[in-house]
């Protein structure tokens, strides 16, 4: 407990020092003086379990029965470490959005940028301790992808580029179109009605099924909502979901398997 208490200790101070906010503007001047910008804020936890270069250097126990631990940081080792992974990563992050920038619009290169904002995050905590470890040699340590913040921006800018139109057969009031929509638009996808790269064509239709619970009517419903490439006509990621939902009416049982839907269309699509 005393060697655990004195890492802590420098991961506190270690954790102190990694603070502040990071900024990134963007803008674009084939859409005249259009401009984005994102924050990231930054407030990291340092676990000592995974920090290099920790190490007790001394315990002793008094008199009292309590032990006491002295723990030191071996700077050159940890800046070492933390400064060839984050360059290591760098160039992985860096291969992924290059690839993504220069090909055509795809769901693919949409995904890849996404992969490669996430690899950015994670590899800012080694940049942090880096930073809180050895501010010098953090200076000197630049990122080919320039910043997390940029890389989000490029990402998003990426994203909007893949056009999709949504349609769904069965939909009466639309709300699984709304739901399908409201998924594409939180990955940065562009919503549209001509002028798609891909569509989604999807279907939604349900039958009565009998039940030996005669208090509830159940309802059995097949979804789909395959995305097709326009170009081919192939379909490049399928979606399909099906189940069973019941209460004490036809109508509200319908109701149930829309609202299911939707809610794995938020969480899995």
């Known amino acids: 407990n005393a060697e655990s208490l004195a890492k802590l200790g420098i991961c506190q101070s270690l954790g102190e020092t990694i603070s502040g906010e ?9 859409l005249g003086k259009q401009e984005s910008s994102l924050s990231i804020n930054i407030n990291e936890t340092v676990l000592f379990q995974h920090i290099t270069g920790i190490e007790i250097k001394e315990t002793w126990q008094e008199k009292s029965d309590e032990w006491f631990a002295v723990a030191v940081l071996n700077k050159k080792k940890a800046s070492d470490y933390y400064s060839s992974l984050a360059k290591e990563q760098g160039q992985k992050i860096q291969a992924l959005i290059t690839k993504a920038k220069f090909s055509s619009p795809s769901l693919e290169n949409a995904e890849l940028a996404n992969q490669a904002y996430k690899m950015a995050l994670e590899n800012q905590y080694n940049l942090n301790l880096l930073s809180a470890i050895d501010r010098a040699q953090s200076q000197k340590l630049s990122m080919p992808y320039i910043s997390t913040a940029n890389l989000a921006l490029e990402a998003k800018e990426i994203a909007s580029s893949v056009k999709v139109s949504v349609s769904v057969d ?3 009031n639309e709300i699984l179109k709304n739901a399908l929509e409201s998924a594409l638009l939180e990955k940065g996808i562009s919503v549209v009605s001509q002028g798609e790269s891909f569509c989604i064509q999807g279907s939604f239709s349900y039958e009565q099924v009998t039940s030996l619970d005669s208090a509830n009517i159940f309802v059995r419903y097949n979804f789909a909502s395959p995305v097709i490439e326009i170009a081919s006509g192939s379909v490049v990621k399928p979606f399909n979901l099906q189940g069973r ?5 036809k109508e509200e049982a319908v109701n149930r398997c829309i609202t299911r839907i939707c809610q794995k269309i938020k969480e899995e699509f």
Do not use: A, I, N
């Not at 990071?22 to 084939?30: E, V």
């Not at 939902?245 to 009416?249: A, P, T």
């Open 22 to 30: 990071q900024k990134t503007f963007q803008s674009d001047s084939s």
């Open 170 to 172: 069965g939909d009466k």
């Open 245 to 249: 939902e019941g209460h004490v009416s």
